[in-house]
């Protein structure tokens, strides 16, 4: 019973929590309803009465448009139901009238029941009162959201006119601007018309001596015409005249041209004349302790600049007699006496390195013992100067002279330059200061159909000066091996060759030349129990005297024109074959030590030296396409 009398107040909080109320049209006929019930007790009644008077009544849809409020829900207050419950059971039966409480019960029921009922119809208004104002609040919204639309709107047409009206106060500013340039510009009219009415007055009598001064200078100009006509006749003189020089520019460049081949062959044939493959003998002069050891040299004399005499006074087997001094006899195809300098020396072989320019093959060596001054005459001293500066220098320092002239005549070169050393048969390149190890050095042909040979991992580096060269020089000399022997405490263990190859080029006569100028010093020949050599110079001797050997006897099998040439057997050979061939050049240098003590090895030097120089080795072609 307690629950259904909490009822009211339950229904009046959830109306309340949805904020929403529905007016009642039907509360008085429900109430008059409840009110006219029979089942109902007339003192519930006239409490329910007087408190549904006090109550507030619900508000309508109309009175929530006008105010504008939300609607609060009108419920039965708990409190009537508890003063009715308190008249109904005001009056306590005893427990026997069970007929009275029964009574008491029904009435009590009959109340919850019409309060039910009322609650019911309540809510159903309610319910239907929100859907009403729900509705209302769709129009509501809808019409807000157009009204939003609309003031949008207006606010972009008011943007709008309000940029228009910006953009006009601009043009009617620049408009006022404008009629005040143009004012000015009428003012500054005005003054230019007034200073040209008065500049034309002035060129109206600008006018007048002009025109006098154009009828003087017509005058002038016929004059004139007559004298260009005059110089329009020598200009085509002349005209006729530089045509007829570069006529005889261009017969005088054949004929350069032509006088240059002339040369070339002239001078090649001089050449050959001389010997495609000479022999220069160069005895070097007494130099510290032998000074004072010989006073002068007794078992060499000279006949002329040919020839060369070695004396050897043999004594008899008892020792007590002196035979008569046995003379060995040579002749080579030039003799350097001690007195001769570098440069007396160079003049001889200065016609050889021209050559090498002209498309020929060249290779110059020098050979001899060791410490009879091989490496001074190919290279010079430790410390050069222009007297001291040996035949490869002097020989680059030609090249790069005379191919300044010859550009003079159409010719363009182009130079590579290598250094290597061959030390006991093997090859390393004298331009790298640190080789890199298993690097392995092979003679190779270019191709199959090329005689070109080339050296496989060496550095070929191109030159365009002499100081280029004579850089590299330095740099192999620090290289090159040496080591100390019985004959000569600084003695050149390994054959050391340079080569400058020389490509050519006339572009108007389309001619080409190339050849390849070798420069060799051999290591120094001494028969071993001489040099007193053992272990690792040992080997190092016997290494040496064979590929000296290796060479006598390939330039001999070429003298003797023989089918199989030993080329291979030494790598100084192999690398060499194309400098030594018939068509080639060759000069060797038998250098020769003046001390009486070292006799026996000059002897030989100059016996191989006499045996080379009798070797003909064929007529050499340039190698020009």
Not at 47 to 72: E, F, H, W, Y
Not at 79 to 96: E, H
Not at 139 to 148: G, I, L, P, Q
Request: aromatic share 6%; with cysteine; glycine share 4%.
């Amino acid at each position: 019973m307690e629950q259904l009398l909490q009822l009211s107040p339950l229904m009046a909080g959830r109306s309340d929590d949805d904020k929403t109320v529905k007016a009642n049209s039907n509360l008085p006929m429900l109430k008059k309803r409840i009110l006219s019930d029979e089942n109902i007790p007339q003192s519930a009644v006239k409490r329910l009465r007087d408190n549904g008077a006090a109550s507030t009544r619900p508000k309508l849809a109309t009175d929530i448009a006008a105010t504008g409020r939300k609607p609060v829900p009108a419920v039965v207050p708990a409190t009537v139901s508890k003063t009715a419950l308190s008249v109904v059971v005001s009056k306590k039966r005893p427990g026997w009238d069970l007929k009275g409480q029964v009574a008491d019960m029904q009435e009590k029921v009959s109340v919850y029941k019409g309060k039910m009922h009322y609650l019911t119809e309540l809510n159903r208004s309610l319910q239907e009162e929100l859907e009403l104002v729900k509705s209302h609040l769709k129009n509501s919204k809808a019409e807000a959201f157009n009204a939003h639309q609309q003031i949008s709107a207006k606010d972009l047409e008011v943007k709008t006119l309000l940029a228009v009206q910006q953009d006009l106060n601009t043009e009617l500013q620049k408009s006022k601007t404008e009629l005040l340039n143009v004012k000015l510009d009428r003012d500054n009219f005005f003054n230019v018309c007034n200073t040209q009415k008065e500049d034309l007055d002035g060129l109206r009598a600008t006018k007048q001596n002009l025109s006098n001064l154009l009828e003087l200078k017509e005058g002038q100009i016929q004059v004139t015409e007559a004298n260009l006509s005059q110089a329009m006749h020598e200009l085509e003189q002349l005209r006729i005249q530089v045509a007829d020089l570069k006529a005889e520019t261009a017969r005088q460049a054949d004929e350069l041209c032509a006088q240059e081949m002339q040369r070339r062959k002239l001078h090649n044939i001089i050449q050959e004349l001389k010997g495609n493959i000479r022999v220069f003998c160069r005895v070097r002069p007494l130099i510290g302790v032998e000074k004072e050891k010989y006073e002068q040299i007794e078992h060499i004399s000279f006949q002329d600049d040919r020839s060369i005499i070695l004396y050897k006074v043999e004594e008899s087997h008892t020792g007590r007699e002196r035979k008569e001094a046995v003379k060995y006899h040579f002749d080579f195809d030039c003799v350097f006496q001690p007195t001769a300098t570098q440069e007396i020396i160079f003049e001889e072989l200065s016609l050889l390195v021209q050559s090498a320019l002209d498309g020929y093959h060249v290779c110059i060596f020098a050979y001899g013992q060791t410490g009879s001054g091989k490496t001074y005459t190919m290279e010079g001293p430790d410390i050069v100067t222009l007297d001291t500066m040996g035949m490869i220098p002097r020989a680059v320092g030609q090249i790069f002279k005379r191919v300044d002239e010859l550009k003079n005549k159409g010719w363009k070169y182009s130079f590579t330059a290598s250094f290597i050393e061959i030390y006991n048969e093997t090859i390393r390149d004298l331009l790298v200061s640190k080789p890199e190890k298993n690097v392995e050095y092979e003679i190779k042909r270019v191709s199959q159909t090329s005689e070109e040979l080339y050296v496989t991992n060496l550095k070929y580096k191109t030159v365009t000066s002499e100081e280029e060269v004579h850089r590299l020089l330095q740099i192999a000399r620090t290289n090159r091996s040496v080591a100390k022997t019985a004959i000569n405490d600084r003695s050149s263990r390994s054959h050391s060759v340079f080569q400058l190859k020389i490509v050519g080029r006339h572009e108007d006569r389309d001619l080409n030349a190339s050849s390849v100028l070798s420069l060799v010093d051999l290591a120094g020949s001494e028969r071993l129990d001489k040099s007193l050599s053992t272990g690792e110079r040992l080997r190092e001797a016997q290494a040496i005297n064979t590929s000296l050997s290796t060479l006598g006897l390939v330039i001999t099998s070429i003298s003797n024109k023989e089918s199989h040439i030993p080329f291979r057997n030494s790598k100084l050979t192999y690398l060499l074959q194309n400098s030594l061939g018939g068509n080639s050049k060759t000069l060797m240098f038998v250098n020769i030590s003046p001390c009486e003590e070292n006799f026996s090895e000059s002897l030989n030097s100059l016996r191989f030296a006499s045996k080379v120089n009798e070797c003909v080795i064929g007529t050499a072609h340039a190698n020009r396409r």
